[in-house]
Structure formats: C-alpha cells, structure tokens
C-alpha cells in the first residue's frame, strides 16, 4: 500500500471573525498564536484510492464539504466521493458558516479555501510512496471530561487543579480515555500518522481573540517539529459531550491551560508512537453517501407561531441589540435571535406541511483492520460504545464532524429538552432529530460491514 501525506497553509488574515463560544460575540482575530493548516493523506492499493482531507476548523457546512471535494477531485484526479473530508473543531479559527450567530462568515475566506485545501491534497499525492503502517492504542488521561456530568468544574475549578498532572475526571467511564494512533513509515522515517481521540478543541475561549487550532493543533506542530516532514492530523472521536478540563476562562488562564494541554497530549502521541507496533495494511476501501434521519414533526403552524413570539421580543419598548440581556445562559436576547434566524430559514425550507430533512454525509475508510466511520455531526461519547460492539473491524474509530455540522445527541441529552437537543438544530437551521440516538449507530455499524465486505 502506499501513502503520501501533506499540508498546505489555510491561517485567515486578521480581522475576520472567530466561531463560537456563544452568539453574536464579535470575536475579530487580533493575532495568530500558531498558524492553521490543511492536512491531507492520500491512501492508494492498487486501483483504490482515498483520500482524508482534515482541517483545522470548527466544522464545514454540507454545502462547503461538497465544494471541497469537488476542488480535491479537480486537482488530484480522484472521484468527489473517494474523498474524506474532516475537522478539527477548534474555536479559535475563523468562521466558515453552518452556524447561525456562531461568527459571520468572510466571504473572500470561504471562496479560497477550497482551493487552499485542494493544494495540499495535491501534494500529498505527489509524495504517495510505499509506507510501513504500525498502530497503537495507549491511556490519554486526564484531557477529556463529559460536560453533561461534570457539573461545571471545567468553568469554575481553580485552573491549578485541572492542570496537575495527577487529575483525573471524577466519573472517567463518562469519556473515552484512549488515544489512537495509526502512523506511516518511509525509509525509517515517519511521513505521517493520524491521532484519533473524542474531545472538544476548546480550551480557547470567548475572552481571547488568537488563531490557533487548540490542544490538539497545537500538539501536533510539536509532533511535526520533533519529526520534519511529517505530517500529523488530529481526528475528532465522539465527542459531542466531552471538553477539556479547562474551558470558557479569562485570557491569561486560557493560554496556560493550552501550553500544559497541548503539551500533555503532545506526550501522550509520542507515547503511541514509541508503543506502535507493525500492522498489516490488507485491504483499502472508501465508501461514502448521504443518509437521511428522522426530525420531530414541527408542523409549518408551530413554526410560524414561534417567529411571532420571537419577533415580539425584538419589538418591544426598550428593546437594546445586547446578547446577554435576558435569562443566562439559554433565555438571552442572543440565542433568541439565533433561534429567529433558524425558525426564518427553516420556514422558508417547507413545502406545503412537509418540513425540511436535509441529508447528513457518511463516510468509511479502511486501512486494513483499521476502519474510520465519518459522519457530519458531532457524535456524542454514549453513542459510541453500541458501533464498536456492531464493528466487524478490529480498530473501529468513530470520526465526528466528517463533511457536516450538527449534533448526534444522546437519548438523555435529548430528554433534558434544552441546548443540545433545543437549539444546536436551530443554529444549524434544522429540526431536531427524533431519534438520532438509535438511527446513527445502526448506520454506522451497516457502513462497517460494508466496509469489511
């Protein structure tokens, strides 16, 4: 089998807005703390071919996805359909759209990044060489914790007792604490690897205004510095829970709490690869397509009666355009005009009753006994467990936000009725699925089968 992997620069200038952290926030960047990247791997055996296009961004809408691997197929010869396009999901990047009031989008920065990304995809097809694989799966400790049961400690704990070295989460079965790894050689050296853990990339936070691609971004330029010409991709795992243990702080805090973090993970990959061990590549296969999952029935009616009482709110006497006025943190002057905006774009997405489904991507790669399940959304930890038990591969990775945005909430995320399962749909401008929780895995273990056949 034989690999090329390679990496082209997509840093914004400064001045455009950065994602997340809440709505309407401003965040123009003032200065680049560490540049961002594209990276690419390209997988060929034979008369199959892949390619993994990873960028160090918060997500990319469906529309912008498919742009992308139309720009990859262009330029490399490869079909739209072979290519496998992911996300970092760091905050701290700029925004590219998707999310309604999570950043405004630069025009001029989303029409050059298919190209932009398309350039380091090129290059690594250029560098395609017969490659040794090794793989490893080692303890990646005390990075992750479950935000859903960690009652907020990754807010309010003293930033001292988050990062000592000996913390640990207090309900740890709650994350996946595991990383892995999948690392090429060529002539002794490496070329490439790509570390697959279920975390959120926000140690970054509102109160700081720096380009960089968080933890994991971080810890792979030290990866990549320590071995030159490698190329090092970060593959987000099920993580739709899960954040570090040190999230939303001031700007002083957030910048220790990045070098002790991405330093931490940093060590843990060099660990995966001291402990990697030769793998057999077998068979190479790529699958891709769009599913549909069922949505709550919002009935055009309800809709519209939520614009009304959404747009009284806005016209009312003493009205102010401040985000926070209101009820913290779900009842805000900000995250009611996020939930405007979705209930407007959806409305408008209805024909007669029927309500919009847009598709969600889903996407397989397998590496011999190593098989990536990609899918749009950001899948929660808890979903996790029933896809490993239906895979027939013996490495199986679940890669959150693959060609899409969104959320794969849980069923009891989805029983608390409040951010994940009320708003994130109308941030994305979606209705809520109905049962994501039951669906999303058995397509994901049909997609594994595929793969193995």
Not at 47 to 66: F, H, K, Q, S, Y
Not at 185 to 203: P, S, T
Not at 385 to 414: E, F, K, M, N, Q
Request: positive net charge; proline residues 8%.
């Amino acid at each position: 089998m034989n690999a090329g992997f390679a990496q082209a620069d997509i840093t914004p200038r400064l001045g455009v807005q950065l994602v997340g952290y809440g709505p309407y926030r401003n965040r123009a960047a003032q200065k680049v703390l560490a540049p961002l990247a594209a990276r690419a791997m390209a997988v060929t055996e034979g008369w199959r071919r892949a390619l993994l296009v990873n960028l160090e961004l918060c997500g990319t809408p469906r529309d912008l996805a498919i742009r992308i691997r139309e720009a990859v197929a262009r330029r490399t010869g490869f079909k739209p359909d072979e290519v496998f396009v992911t996300s970092t999901h760091t905050h701290s990047g700029p925004a590219i759209g998707g999310m309604l009031g999570w950043g405004e989008p630069d025009a001029i920065y989303v029409e050059t990044l298919p190209s932009r990304v398309a350039e380091a995809a090129e290059k690594a097809v250029k560098a395609l060489a017969p490659v040794e694989w090794r793989y490893a799966e080692v303890p990646c400790e005390g990075i992750a914790i479950n935000r859903e049961t960690d009652r907020g400690g990754w807010m309010f704990d003293p930033i001292g007792v988050r990062l000592d070295p000996q913390w640990r989460p207090a309900r740890p079965q709650d994350t996946d604490p595991t990383l892995r790894l999948l690392a090429a050689y060529a002539g002794g050296n490496l070329v490439g690897l790509l570390h697959h853990f279920g975390c959120h990339a926000v140690v970054g936070s509102e109160q700081t205004f720096d380009v960089h691609g968080d933890f994991a971004g971080l810890a792979s330029q030290e990866i990549e510095r320590a071995h030159p010409g490698a190329t090092a991709i970060f593959l987000p795992g099920a993580m739709g829970d899960i954040n570090p243990p040190v999230c939303h702080r001031a700007e002083k805090e957030t910048h220790r709490a990045l070098r002790v973090l991405s330093r931490k993970y940093a060590s843990v990959i060099r660990r995966g690869l001291r402990a990697a061990q030769p793998m057999t590549a077998g068979a190479l296969k790529s699958v891709r397509r769009d599913v549909s999952f069922s949505r709550k029935p919002w009935m055009r009616a309800f809709v519209q009666r939520r614009i009304r009482e959404l747009e009284k709110i806005f016209a009312a006497p003493g009205v102010t355009d401040i985000t926070t006025v209101g009820q913290p943190p779900l009842q805000t002057n900000g995250l009611h005009m996020v939930r405007l905006q979705g209930f407007r774009a959806l409305l408008a997405g209805y024909k007669g009753r029927k309500g919009p489904n847009p598709p969600v991507s889903v996407q397989g790669l397998r590496i011999g006994p190593v098989a990536l399940l990609g899918v749009g959304l950001e899948v929660f930890h808890s979903l996790q467990a029933p896809i490993l038990a239906g895979s027939p591969h013996p490495h199986t990775w679940v890669v959150s936000l693959s060609g899409g945005v969104g959320y794969a909430p849980d069923a009891r995320a989805c029983a608390k009725k409040g951010y994940t399962d009320d708003l994130v749909p109308l941030i994305v401008a979606e209705r809520p699925y109905a049962k994501v929780y039951a669906e999303l895995p058995r397509e994901l273990i049909r997609l594994a089968r595929e793969l193995a056949d």
